[in-house]
Structure formats: C-alpha cells, structure tokens
C-alpha cells in the first residue's frame, strides 16, 4: 500500500468564538440565535461614518489564552483589514491582525495513541466574525444576509506543522478544546462554530526533509469530519503524486454528505487580501502587569487537573481525561465527590457515574452541567442510597433519570416510585423458600454439582420480589439453602 | 440692505448674541437664512439638501429656550450647515455620491450631535466633491458649486458648498472635512476662515470616511472667532472614535486677543520658491509684513521632505479609500443594481454609483496594496510621512507656527483642471503637509489677487493640539487688516 510510503503533515487553524456579551467592535449582544439582523447597530452594520471601538475583554481572553499556551504576549500589536468582498462582510474587508498579532509561539499538549505529544504555535490573533448568507428567503428565491454573528470576536489560532496524522489532529484540537473550555474564553461548541478548524494538509515520502505542496481544508464542524477529511485528502494528495502527477496548493472544501474534499480555489484565484494597518484602531497595548495579573488568576488546565485525578484519586487516566475534557463537568465530579465520600473507591464510583449515567443523559438532551437539573450533592445522595441497600443499581439508574429531567429529592422519587429495595430476610427468605420448593428438578441438579443454576435461582427470586430484593441478602440467603457455594 | 439681509450678514457670533438679546429671533434668522438659499443657491450649488421644516421645528424650539431665558451655548439658535459627508438621522447624507443616493442615516454623527447640543440650526446638508475626493467641488455627482466671487470659477474643494454657503452669507458657519486641504483650499478660494484641527480634536464618529488616517473635521466661518467658536462646540474627546484624543479642549475664544507680538512664525523656504501666482506670492509676502509689523518674528525654516508629500498622500489616501469605499457594494444601502448573479451586482452597482474621480482612486489605492507592492508604494509612503513630521517637529524647536500660501493661486475656472488630474492634485501641495502630519491648520483671508480681485488664503500650521496659538495669529492678523468682506451681490 503505498501510502504507508508517505508522511501526512498537518497544521491546523483554530478560530474559537469568544464568549463576551457584546461583540469586539460595538456593543451589541453575540447571543447565538435571534431573529436575523436583531443583534446590530451602525457598526456592525458598517453604516457609513461608523468606526469600530475595541472591547477590552477581547484583548483580556487572547492574553489569557496566550499564557495558558505559554506563547509570548505582544506589548504592541496592530490590528489589520483584511480586504475581499462578500455580502456576509458588511465592510468588506475583516478587521483582523496580521503583521503583529498579539500572542506568538507557545504549544498545545495532547495525547495522541497514549504518547504525550506538543505541537508548536505559530501565533494566535483577534479578529471579527462574519455574518452568514441566507439562501432562498423570500418567494423569488432572493438571498439574504443575516449580520448577528458579524463582529462576534475570534481568536485564531494557529499551530506549527507539527501534527502527523488525522488522529494526533483530532486530540491536538480535543486538548485545545478542552483548555479553551477551562480558560472559560469558548463554548467548544462545533456544531454552532464556536469551535472551528482548517487544516492545511501536504504529504511527503517517508524520510523525505522538504514538506510537500499543502492543501488548505475548510468546513470541518466536527471532529468525525476533521479526521475523514484528513484521511480523505492525505490519500487524495498520495494517488496523485503515485499517479505521477504534482498536487496544486489550492483551498479545498470538505464535503460531508460524500467524505470526500473538493478544490474551492486555485493558488491563481486566491484572494490578494491588501491586508495594511487598520486606521481606525489605535495599536493594542498590553502592559506586562495585565499579563502578569492574567497569569495569576489563570484556572487549572485539563492536564493538570487529569494528573492531578490520577495521582490524587486513583482514577484511570481514560476516566481522568473524559472528566477534564469539559471543565464544568470536571467542576461538576469535584462538587459530587465532595458530597459523597473521599478515598479512590469513592472517586471511581462517582467518575463512573458521571461519565456513564449521567454522560448519557447529558448526551441525549445535549446539555451541560449548567442546564441539568441533577445537581452534583443529588447524585452523591442517590450513591449514598445504593450504599445504605435502600436502593439497587437499576433503581438507581431510574432515580437519577428521574432527578436529571425534574430534579426532584432522589429519597422522595425512591418512594413515589416504589424503587425501595428489600433487604427484609424474612420476607426474602419466604420467597426463597417457595421459589425452591417450586423446583424440586433444579434444587437436585444443582446439588449435584450444577453450581451455575444459581442465577436462575437468584433470577426467580428477583421475579417473585419484582425486582427490588437486595441481591447481597438473596444471594446470602440462596448460598445457606443450598448449601454453600 | 432689507432686514432679511441684514440677517443673513450677521456673523456667527452675532447671531448668537441678537437670538440671546431678543433682538430678533431663531426663526427669523432661519426664515431668513432660508429664504436667501431659495434666491441665491439655484445658481450657486452649495446645498444638496435643505432641510427647511426640520430648522424651522429646530429655530421654535430655540426661540422657546430664549423666551425663558435658557441659552445652552453663544451658537443657540444660530443656523448653520454641514457638509453632506455628516450623518444626520433620518436626513439625506449622500457623501456628493449616486451610490449614496436615497440613504438616510439613523444615527447623527459626534459633531452633528454636538452642534444639536449647543443649539445650532441646521439648515441642511452642503456640496462637495464625491466622497471628499477633489479640490474643485466638480466631482460632486450631483451638481457643480460655484465660487461666490466668480461663478466661472470652483469655489475649491471639497468641502466647496461649506465655503460658498458661508461666502454667500447663507449660513452663519459651517463644518467641513480635510483630508489633503478640503477645508483650507476652499476657505482660501472663497475668503472665508477654515480650520483643520489637529487630527483626533473631533470626533470622525459619523463622518463617511475618505482616508481615516487623515480626515479631520473643522468649522468654516467668516471670521477668527466664529470658527474658534464653532470649533470649541465640535471639539472633544468621543469613546466611539478610538483615535479622538481624550485631551481636554482649551477656551480658544479666552485667549484669541493674545496679538502676534513676539510669535515666532517660521516660513518655509521651499514654499515661497517659486510655482506660485505673482498675485498669490504677493499676497501671502504682504501677510508676513504685516506679521512683522505685528511684533511677531520670521523665521526662515526648511522643509526638505515636503516636496514628497504630495506622492505619499496620493498612496496613502487612494489607499484607504479603496478600503473604505468596499462597503458601497448594494447590499445594505444605497443604491443597487438589479442584477441576476453576485458580482453582476456589485460590479453594476459600482459602475453606476462612482463618478471618474472616486473609481480613479480606488484603483490608485487597490493596486498601491496589493501583494508584492505593498512595501514599495504604501510602507514607503508611511516612511515619507514620518519624514513629514520629523520636518515639522525641527521647525518647531525654533517657532510657533509656520506660515505660507495655502495653494499656488487663486480659484481656477470650471473645467479648467477636470481633464488634468495630476494638475488638479497639485492645488493640495502645501495643505497636505499639515494632514500627513497629523498637525493643526487654518486657512485666513489674507488680501486679494491684484490681477482678478479673488481671495487669497493664508495658511498657518500649528503644533500638535495647539489651535489656540494659531487662531490667536489668525486673529491679531484679522484685526489689523479687518474682516475680509463678503463678494458683491451677484443677482
């Protein structure tokens, strides 16, 4: 196969939404959603006369950003148009940086195949979105512009060529993600774009020291997508050199519906930007002591925190790192375990729990700890419940169901659904009985030696009892009637 | 002279001061004022717009501030007008463009909400050359305007409707943008006062943006103190315009009467060596004598960089304009082509929007970007420019201001620049010093051209931030020679 002849070398391009309440150059709200054109003024519409005026907490979350990649903080930066036409584009031109970004080298770590690995950055930069064309709005097919999300502010984020496969780019996005998430700067959501990522992809024979001719691939809203339009285009670029033919640098789009990219723009028709110094804007200064205090109140970072699970609660570095990839639900295992007990059993019990249950019902409601109605101190009392042999586990399971869509007191759902377990010997005992003088055949084939029927007694046990005997006391009590075990 | 005119002939400040007084009122001065464009402005072209039933509602209102008392600031009921470049809510602001035709702003810009604070009038919105871009008022895509002294001849330009309406006596000041001279030249052509302040003194909020780097606002009036007046009430530090200067504004008219005894004026050497009219040069050498005899000291200077400036400022400011002119694209105002596909649309709507001039620049200022050039031509320009200013910042180790022409004649005739634009750039070479660096500069009538009796200007050009010292000279210079009369009644 030749392309195991070949070295895929990526970089990526990471623009994040930041999550201000107004936009980088005016006030108006960068709520998502809205009716269209709802969240605009004169500047965000580029009326005539109207200049843009920079919001500070921009600058304040690139800096943060910047130190938590350990990249180099600009004390002078400028901001830059970036010129091309587009209706989404009200000024047409992107007021971005260019020549001076604010924040330079620095490196992203990830874990990729159970290796650590870093990947440098080149720089990361502000700039603003744009809106979205709209197509087919009124009855004559005419299109139209919605401008909520233009002047919404991005970081770019740009990395070195340092990534060597589809999957080190997916973790290496996976990790920034997740910091970006703890920075509390980017709601990591793809589907809605907060979280974007292009890809510029050349293949080289293995050994070989000069990179290849790169493709640029845009439209990749999911990390499934990133990865297949890696995969999809190192092969591509494999076939064409096999094929004896030269890769041309151009822009290519990812395709989704097909997994396939397809070319965009050729190198002769990409865009001449004239990018030159943005006159409306001062240049950005940042003094050393906003860095310095930007530096201090920095939060724990996902590598630290997993390292930190590991080696201080026992957890399993898998489990460790599905918690720290979303830090409000890292913040939201601190507070269950808090409630609930300490010692690693404890800690692996709750880990489960989160990343399970919990992560499942998160999942089919696509939401996050901030929407669930299951508080952290409601799971730890549905875990104390288990302990106390008031409830079983797949009483426990519907319970936090119950309490994640109502939020309801877990004792009191136990009760109104009649999820209490029996623990009563007498009761179970009664039951055991009757369950073995129904069957005489089994209690003999097991005597002599049928060890493995005990879960078809345990199972008739459970039916008479409907589910809810605590299965410690019937298996207590079905090990002494049958003569040990 | 019928009381109407003897309205209308009152200047800025004595306006002011008859509305206070109640010796006559807003809306007679307004009445007035508006009757008078109804005469004179069909053949003179300064307005664009006249917005006669806002002023009046405005002129009431003052009128009732003055009935009990209330005077918010001396321009309180005074009419005045602004350069259609301003964005006036709900008011036609076209920018002297077809792209623009038909939009009406919802936002006021600083200076306009400024005037409206003090209580001006405004009577409506003023000619100029077509996004600013000009120094003869004939690029306006809707009409030329003529020079009140001579309607053969351009009353300069840009900002040509601000100087004609104040020369003409149809608004009592006016306020005008320079980007290379659009105030100064057309001031000088015109024998009005015209300042550009210092760049970040007003607010560029609102104002259609030509080349940011270098528009300024500025106030036109016919004397000294109206302007120092005019420009006290637009001054001042706009959180919505990040290169608006936070300094606060000082009390021009407190220290106008200051004289000229013991200023320093530098004169540029390369200035008065020749290129200019005889009658001009002999004007502006007149201007210095007096200046002598004033007790002020001259004091030759050099300006070795200046003869550059011209080619700096036709890149960066072609530059700019091209950037600043990509919203003009039909989708969200102005006018726009029907047209089936994206780019039909906006190269049609473009095509028919822009006058020769503006598609001009824009393509000086495209090119002058574009990869591969850029450091040739646009950083190269920058680097002249920060020559420009090392030139000035020596010449004020030695003087106050530097004084000389404000163009090299006086107001050409219609038609006579319009097939030639490198000779039409050439009526900027002594303004745009003052804008590459960024300095404050007035223009004052400083006598007549003996062969065609047409006003000559005199330009000044002061340290950063330090209008009071120039409008103190341009002050005791007027008080020496008097108020430069307004140009006989053309009927």
New interface residues.
Partial sequence: MALADFQVVIGLEVHAELLTRSKIFCSCSTAFGGEPNAHTC?VC??????????NQRVVEMAVTVGVALGCTIREKSVFA?K?Y?Y?DL????QISQYELPICEGGAVPFTAAGQDKVARLTRIHMEEDAGKNVHGVSEDGASG?DLNRAGVPLIEIVSEPDLRSADEAVEYVRSLRAILMALGVCDGNMQEGSLRADANVSVMRKGAEKYGTRCEIKNMNSFRFLKAAIEYEARRQVEVIEGGGQVEQETRLFDPDRGETRSMRSKEEAH?Y???PE????PVRVAPELVERLRAALPELPRARSLRYQKDLGLSAYDAGVLVSDAQVAGFFDRALAAYGSGPEAAKKVANWVNGEVARLANESATGPADWKLTPEKLAAVLKLMDAGSIGGPGAKQVVEEVFKTGADPAAVVQQKGLAQVSDEGAIEAVVDRVLAASPAEVERHRSGKKNLTGFFVGQVMKELRGKGNPAVVNALLRKKLGGS | MSPAQELTALALREAGDAVAARRTSSLELTEAALARIEKVDPGLGAFLTVSAERARAEARAADARAARGERRSPLDGVPVAVKDLFSTRGLSTTAGSRILEGYRPPYDADAVERLAAAGAVLLGKLNMDEFAMGSSNENSGYKPCRNPWDPSRTPGGSSGGSAAAVAARLAHGTLGTDTGGSIREPAAFCGVVGVKPTYGRVSRYGVVAFASSLDQVGPLARTVGDAALLLRTVAGHDPRDMTSSSRPVDDYLATLEGGAKGLRIGVPREWLAGGLEPGTEAAVRAALDTYQQLGANLIEVSLPHSRYGIAAYYIIAPAEASSNLARYDGVRFGIRSPARGLREMYGDTRDRGFGPEVKRRIMVGTYALSSGYYDAYYLRAQKVRTLVRRDLDQAFECCDVVAGPVAPGVAFRLGEKVEDPLQMYLADVFTITANLAALPALSVPCGKDAATGLPVGLQLVGRPFDESTLLRAARAFEREVGIFPAPPEVE
Wanted: charged share 20%; glycine share 8%.
């Fill in positions: 004169p519409l580029a009326l005539p006369g109207s200049l843009p005026v920079l148009r010129n036409f209706p009200p000024k047409g031109y512009v001449d004239r990018y030159f006159p409306d804007l001062p």
